[in-house]
C-alpha cells in the first residue's frame, strides 16, 4: 500500500495520505511533475516540504518515490478514484502547495 495519492479531484489536484485526515492541493504543474517522475527517482525539495507539514510523523526527503507515492492519471471517464472517498474531512482541511 502507498503512504501518499496524488490524484485528480474535481477540477484541482491533491495530494492524500490514507487513513490520514486532511490533505494538500497540488498546482497542475507539481501534480504533471509527480506523474512524469521514474518510481527510483527522490522526492522533490518541494513534496518533502510539504509532506513534513501536512503530516509531521512522516519524512520522504531523499526516498525514492516508488517507495511512498502512488500518482494517479486523471480518469478518462471524469470519476473519482475510491481511495478519496475514505478520507473523513479531507474537503473541510486540505492545505495548498503553491
Known sequence: MHSLIASPFLEQHVLVRPGSRGGALLPGERYEELRALDA????????ADAVREQWQDMDVTGRPTGDFLLARRPST????????????????????LF
Do not use: I, N, T
Open 40 to 47: 527510483a527517482e527522490p522526492a522533490p525539495a518541494w513534496l
Open 77 to 96: 471517464w471524469g470519476y473519482l478514484q475510491g481511495e478519496l472517498g475514505d478520507q473523513p474531512g479531507l474537503q473541510l482541511q486540505v492545505q495548498a
